[in-house]
């Protein structure tokens, strides 16, 4: 049974990099999308971007010059760095896996990210 | 690109059957039949319901069914049980490998 995992520090600074992982287990990361989606407190989810098992990688245009996606296949995880954090990127952070345009099937349990001085 | 717009919330009684709207454009929902939604109780992650506008991933039970015309896509729900009870959210691809959300909706059993 695919389960995903996130981990990271649950509270950023302004202006500093926002570093999640997502680790995998049950399952490989052939064939498959690895997404990052988040949820700010009350609010709907947002996806943010994907790494595919190959290596390429794509995010959301309004987010697009801040995000940085990537892979460690030795570890089975993936990454998320978000640059440059405002409080509006205080959200629930998801990892999800998505197969060929089929939607994300796997997510993980969330982790809070609170951006706060 | 836009949030997809899905109403606020939706309400019905134990054994009835409701639908929820989420409307793109031509660009993301009338353009790909690449739509998925999602269940979310409090507290837990999103679980996908529908992919690719109408088919159920294994586990989902048939009282969930989803259709789409032109720039709207539908999820119903049938036989309405109070663990129905949560949001729901549905998804459209939207074009150079990039997926957009809508707003999210708020059943309500009553």
């Known amino acids: 049974q695919v389960q995903l995992q996130e981990s990271g520090p649950g509270l950023v600074k302004p202006s500093e990099t926002l570093s999640l992982t997502c680790t995998l287990s049950g399952g490989s990361f052939s064939s498959y999308y690895w997404n990052w989606v988040r949820q700010p407190p009350g609010k709907g989810l947002e996806w943010i971007g994907y790494i595919y098992y190959g290596g390429s990688t794509n995010s959301n245009p309004s987010l697009k010059s801040r995000v940085t996606i990537s892979i460690d296949r030795s570890r089975n995880q993936f990454s998320l760095q978000l640059s440059s954090v405002t409080a509006a990127d205080t959200a629930v952070y998801y990892c999800a896996r998505e197969g060929e345009r089929s939607g994300f099937d796997y997510w993980g349990q969330g982790t809070l990210v609170t951006v706060s001085s | 690109q836009s949030a997809l717009t899905q109403p606020a919330s939706v309400s019905g009684s134990p054994g009835q059957s409701i639908t929820i709207s989420c409307t793109g454009t031509?660009?993301?929902?009338?353009?790909?039949?690449?739509v998925s939604w999602y269940q979310q109780h409090p507290g837990k992650p999103p679980q996908l319901m529908i992919y690719?506008?109408?088919k159920r991933p294994s586990g989902v039970s048939n009282r969930f069914a989803g259709s789409k015309s032109a720039n709207t896509a539908s999820l119903t729900i049938s036989g309405l049980q109070a663990e129905d009870e949560a949001d729901y959210y549905c998804?459209?691809?939207?074009?150079?490998?990039?997926?957009?959300f809508g707003g999210g909706t708020k059943l309500t059993v009553l």
């Open positions: 998804c459209s691809y939207a074009g150079s490998s990039t997926w957009v």
């Open positions: 031509s660009s993301d929902v009338g353009n790909y039949n690449l």
């Open positions: 690719e506008g109408s």
